[in-house]
């Protein structure tokens, strides 16, 4: 008989070890019913040697060879791979991938690092991926050179954000982005403004080539690319009409008492209508503004200034406190330059609704009049 210890209670309690006496299979009892699984898989079995052929046997991903395979309890078995469906989801962030995200922190979509290194592997590739891209981009970058004006950002964000921006062109086709940024506004888009100063007759300011991803909310959705970006949208006197979150406009809506139908589908049917209700609205706002402020100045026989008494009326969150800006009004484009642009086949940011309604923004829809299926307001 083989060499023995003092047998011990067995069964499914691993603690205790089994004899070393020979079992209904073999010898040191790696067939024994009442073998612990925790325990076996390193003597002979019903199939041969140290239990390689083991239907009970487990080889995990990392396993590089039959002895390093694992035979597990039931239990320990699950949560074994429900870490490793963890570890295949979970994102590994770096020192570097930390100061990358810092230099753009509170300015894009991606609330952590985690999240934008997520983003960035999904939309570059892998880590070793994006760090050939990023160096044969940097290069490009440090060749162009760039305008200081013509990217957003300085220094080592800049580069950053051009690595992004350089992407999502060529995602959409553009093979040489260098001259796509130089170039500025399309050709397209400057025939059809100039045709519009010629029919309004007076000066205006235009700008708004920049190459950059879109925008919700004021921060930047990295891996798109702008209307702005592709030399097809125009900032019309954008001072003086900005671009509002959804919060700001119905805050506008609630204290002028008065709502707009913004739909695409009544901008290119009924044009005047819509410039009329924006302007109507802005007039009521201004008015209900003035109107408030002289109320709290003389309540209570305690007179406040201007700021203290904006201050109550605009009170809420970051964006609505935003709104004292515009305060004395926040829409000036007149009808007759509105006008020109709709008839050259200018969609207004203002249709963005329930997006941000951008009230300065003009975009060239090529001659096709989008239809849109959002409900009327008004």
Same mark, same amino acid.
């Given at each position: 008989?083989?060499?023995?210890?003092?047998?011990?209670?067995?069964?499914?309690?691993?603690?205790?070890?089994?004899?070393?006496?020979?079992?209904?299979?073999?010898?040191?009892?790696?067939?024994?019913?009442?073998?612990?699984?925790?325990?076996?898989?390193?003597?002979?079995?019903?199939?041969?040697?140290?239990?390689?052929?083991?239907?009970?046997?487990?080889?995990?991903?990392?396993?590089?060879?039959?002895?390093?395979?694992?035979?597990?309890?039931?239990?320990?078995?699950?949560?074994?791979?429900?870490?490793?469906?963890?570890?295949?989801?979970?994102?590994?962030?770096?020192?570097?991938?930390?100061? $990358?995200?810092?230099?753009? *922190?509170?300015? +894009? &979509?991606? !609330?952590?690092? #985690? %999240?934008? /290194?997520?983003? =960035?592997?999904?939309?570059?590739?892998?880590?070793?991926?994006?760090?050939?891209?990023?160096?044969?981009?940097?290069?490009?970058?440090? $060749?162009?050179?760039?305008? *200081?004006?013509? +990217? &957003?950002? !300085?220094?080592? #964000? %800049?580069? /950053?954000?051009? =690595?992004?921006?350089?992407?999502?062109?060529?995602?959409?086709?553009?093979?040489?982005?260098?001259?796509?940024?130089?170039?500025?506004?399309?050709?397209?888009?400057?025939?059809?403004?100039?045709?519009? !100063?010629?029919?309004?007759?007076?000066?205006?300011?235009?700008?708004?080539?920049?190459?950059?991803?879109?925008?919700?909310?004021?921060?930047?959705?990295?891996?798109?690319?702008?209307?702005?970006?592709?030399?097809?949208?125009?900032?019309?006197?954008?001072?003086?009409?900005?671009?509002?979150?959804?919060?700001?406009?119905?805050?506008?809506?609630?204290?002028?008492?008065?709502?707009?139908?913004?739909?695409?589908?009544?901008?290119?049917?009924?044009?005047?209508?819509?410039?009329?209700?924006?302007?109507?609205?802005?007039?009521?706002?201004?008015?209900?503004?003035?109107?408030?402020?002289?109320?709290?100045?003389?309540?209570?026989?305690?007179?406040?200034?201007?700021?203290?008494?904006?201050?109550?009326?605009?009170?809420?969150?970051?964006?609505?406190?935003?709104?004292?800006?515009?305060?004395?009004?926040?829409?000036?484009?007149?009808?007759?330059?509105?006008?020109?642009?709709?008839?050259?086949?200018?969609?207004?940011?203002?249709?963005?609704?329930?997006?941000?309604?951008?009230?300065?923004?003009?975009?060239?829809?090529?001659?096709?009049?989008?239809?849109?299926?959002?409900?009327?307001?008004?």
């Amino acid at each position: 008989m083989a060499k023995s210890r003092k047998a011990k209670p067995v069964g499914l309690v691993p603690v205790h070890l089994p004899s070393l006496t020979a079992g209904p299979l073999g010898h040191n009892d790696a067939g024994h019913p009442n073998r612990p699984r925790l325990l076996l898989g390193d003597t002979p079995g019903p199939l041969g040697m140290n239990d390689h052929g083991d239907p009970n046997l487990r080889k995990p991903f990392w396993a590089s060879s039959q002895s390093d395979q694992l035979r597990m309890d039931p239990l320990l078995e699950e949560a074994y791979w429900n870490l490793c469906a963890f570890a295949a989801n979970s994102v590994l962030v770096t020192e570097a991938d930390e100061a $990358e995200f810092n230099l753009f *922190e509170g300015k +894009i &979509e991606d !609330r952590n690092v #985690a %999240e934008y /290194v997520k983003h =960035r592997t999904d939309f570059f590739g892998s880590t070793a991926a994006y760090r050939a891209y990023a160096a044969e981009s940097d290069e490009e970058h440090r $060749e162009a050179k760039y305008r *200081e004006s013509q +990217i &957003e950002f !300085r220094g080592e #964000a %800049e580069k /950053v954000f051009y =690595r992004w921006v350089r992407k999502a062109y060529e995602n959409m086709g553009v093979e040489d982005v260098p001259n796509m940024i130089r170039g500025g506004q399309s050709d397209e888009l400057r025939q059809e403004l100039a045709k519009v !100063r010629a029919a309004y007759g007076r000066g205006f300011h235009a700008g708004g080539f920049n190459p950059r991803p879109k925008k919700k909310n004021g921060k930047y959705r990295l891996g798109t690319i702008s209307e702005h970006a592709t030399g097809m949208a125009v900032d019309i006197e954008d001072q003086k009409n900005p671009q509002l979150v959804l919060s700001q406009w119905e805050f506008i809506e609630k204290l002028a008492g008065k709502t707009v139908d913004l739909s695409v589908a009544r901008w290119w049917e009924k044009p005047e209508g819509m410039w009329a209700d924006v302007k109507d609205l802005n007039d009521k706002f201004v008015a209900k503004v003035r109107a408030e402020v002289a109320r709290i100045q003389k309540a209570n026989g305690a007179p406040k200034n201007k700021d203290h008494a904006l201050a109550e009326i605009f009170k809420g969150d970051r964006e609505i406190e935003k709104l004292r800006e515009w305060a004395d009004g926040f829409f000036t484009l007149e009808w007759a330059l509105v006008e020109q642009l709709h008839k050259h086949h200018f969609r207004w940011g203002a249709t963005f609704y329930p997006g941000n309604i951008d009230l300065h923004h003009f975009e060239l829809a090529s001659g096709k009049k989008e239809k849109s299926s959002t409900p009327s307001k008004s």
